[in-house]
C-alpha cells in the first residue's frame, strides 16, 4: 500500500488541495453548523486532505480489523520522537499518560491538583473551552488578562495567582501555548517567568500545547515546550497531533509530566485511558513519525495565507486591526473601529454569509474581535474578505465594541 511521495519528494501544499464543492461534501461540525451559502471560517478544523501516510495507516488498521483499544506506548515514542526533533526536547515515556483528548486531558489533571471550589487562572482572551470545562468541573476562572502586545502580562499573573490563592485554596495556570485565539507564541524566557510565578506563588501549571507543531519557519519564533524552561517540574503538558494533521475526529492525545509531577500523573485513573480511539492513536503515530513533509508543506502554506491575510484586510477592511500570528492558523481580528458593535462576527454572519468565532466567547477582551481560522484555500480566503467588506458596508452602524 502506498505510503505517499518517497522520502525527501516534495509535497504540494495541502491547502490548495480540495474544491470547495468537495469540502461541502463532509460532514463535520465546520459543514453542518451553518446553511451552504456561508463560507465557515470559524471553528479549528482545516481545508485539507488527510496526509497521505495517516490515510494509508488508518485504512491498514481498518484492512486488517486492528479496531481494539488503544495503547499509550507507540504514541509515546511517536511524541519523543517528534518532539526532539521539532524542539530538542527528550520525553521519558514513563511520564506521558494517554488521554482521550487535550481538553479531557486537561480536565483530569485539574481533579490531580486542584478541588472543588479551588480556582484556574486564564490569560483572557482565551479558548472558550478554558472557561466551559473548567467551571463544569466546579473551579473557579480568575482572567488574567494578556497585555496590549498580546503577550503575558507578568503583573497580570501575579495578581491572578494571589487571588486563586487567597483563602488557602490550591490552584492551577491554565497556559494556552501557543496561544489560541492571538497566535502568540511565547518566548523561553517569558515561561520561565511563568515558572518562577508559579513557583513562588504555589500553582500548578497546566500547558495546552496542541498548537505547537503549527509555527511556521522564518517569523523570529519558535515553540518552547514549557516542560523545558527552568523551574517548570511541577507542571504538566498536553500535546496531541489533531490540530497540525487536522485529526480532531480521530482523539487521542496525551499528557506529560514534568520531573516533580510525574508521581501525580501515575495517579490518573486507569480508566482515562480507555477514552482515546485506536485508531486515532493510530493515526496520531502515523502524523508524528511519517508526517513531516505534509506538515512542512502546509506550514509553508499557512504562512502565505497569513500574510494574505493582511494584505486584503489591508486593501479592503483598513478599519481591522490584524498583527500576523506566530503561530497557529488563527487569526484575532480587532474590529472596533469599524463601528459595528460588540460582536462583528454576527454582524459578518448576517449580512456577509461568513461564520467566524464571536469574540465575546473568549472573554474579557473579546467584545468587538471576532477570530479567523485562516486554514483554508486562498480563493476562499479572498472571497470571505470580500463578503466581509460588504457586510460590513451594508450593515447599520452601531457603537463601538467595548475594548
Known amino acids: 500500500m502506498s505510503a505517499g511521495p518517497p522520502p525527501g519528494a516534495p509535497v504540494a501544499n495541502p491547502l490548495r488541495a480540495p ?24 471553528v479549528a478544523e482545516m481545508d485539507t486532505p488527510l496526509a497521505e501516510p495517516v490515510a494509508a495507516a488508518v485504512r491498514a488498521a481498518v484492512d486488517l480489523g486492528d479496531t481494539g483499544y488503544a495503547t499509550v506506548g507507540p504514541y509515546a515514542e511517536a511524541l519523543g520522537e517528534f518532539a526532539k526533533r521539532r524542539w530538542d526536547w527528550r520525553i521519558p515515556a514513563d511520564r506521558v499518560a494517554l488521554v482521550p483528548d487535550v481538553m479531557l486531558g ?34 473557579r476562572v480568575i482572567e488574567a488578562p494578556l497585555g496590549e502586545d498580546r503577550r503575558l502580562d507578568a503583573v497580570a499573573l501575579r495578581t491572578a495567582f494571589a487571588a486563586a490563592r487567597a483563602g488557602g485554596h490550591r490552584a492551577a495556570f491554565l497556559l494556552c501555548s501557543p496561544h489560541n485565539p492571538t497566535g502568540t507564541v511565547h518566548t523561553a524566557a517569558e515561561l520561565a517567568r511563568v515558572a518562577a510565578l ?15 507543531p503549527l509555527v511556521p519557519p522564518g517569523t523570529g519564533a519558535r515553540h518552547v515546550p514549557y516542560l523545558t524552561v ?6 504538566f503538558a498536553l500535546l496531541s497531533a489533531s490540530k497540525a494533521w487536522n485529526l480532531a475526529g480521530l482523539k487521542a492525545a ?22 482515546p480511539s485506536h485508531l486515532g492513536a493510530i493515526a496520531h503515530v502515523a502524523a508524528l513519525r511519517h508526517g513531516g513533509p505534509w506538515l512542512d508543506a502546509l506550514l509553508a502554506g499557512l504562512d502565505e495565507n497569513r500574510r494574505l491575510l493582511g494584505r486584503l484586510l489591508a486593501e479592503r477592511l483598513p478599519g481591522v486591526a490584524y498583527r500576523v500570528p506566530d503561530g497557529t492558523f488563527l487569526a484575532w481580528l480587532d474590529c472596533r473601529a469599524l463601528g459595528v458593535g460588540d460582536d462583528p462576527a454576527a454582524v459578518f454572519l448576517e449580512h456577509g454569509r461568513v ?20 486554514a483554508t ?10 463578503r466581509m467588506a460588504a457586510a460590513v458596508a451594508a450593515a447599520p452602524q452601531r457603537p463601538e465594541g467595548r475594548p
Open 19 to 42: 474544491t470547495l464543492p468537495e469540502l461541502r461534501r463532509r460532514t463535520s461540525m465546520k459543514w453542518r453548523e451553518y446553511p451552504p451559502d456561508v463560507l465557515p471560517l470559524w
Open 106 to 139: 486537561i480536565v483530569e489533571v485539574l481533579k490531580l491538583v486542584t478541588g472543588p471550589d479551588d480556582a484556574v487562572v486564564v490569560n483572557s482572551p482565551v479558548y472558550p473551552p478554558f472557561y466551559a470545562f473548567t467551571e463544569n468541573l466546579g473551579r
Open 198 to 212: 508559579a513557583e513562588e506563588h504555589g500553582v500548578r501549571v497546566v500547558a495546552d500545547e496542541i498548537h505547537a
Open 230 to 235: 527552568p523551574g517548570a517540574g511541577r507542571g
Open 254 to 275: 496525551v499528557a506529560v509530566a514534568g520531573e516533580e509531577s510525574a508521581g501525580e500523573l501515575a495517579l490518573l485513573p486507569e480508566e482515562v485511558s480507555h477514552g
Open 355 to 374: 461564520a467566524l468565532a464571536s469574540g465575546i466567547l473568549f472573554g474579557s477582551g473579546g467584545a468587538g474581535h471576532a477570530r479567523l481560522n485562516f
Open 377 to 386: 484555500s486562498p480563493e476562499v480566503l479572498t472571497e470571505a474578505v470580500d
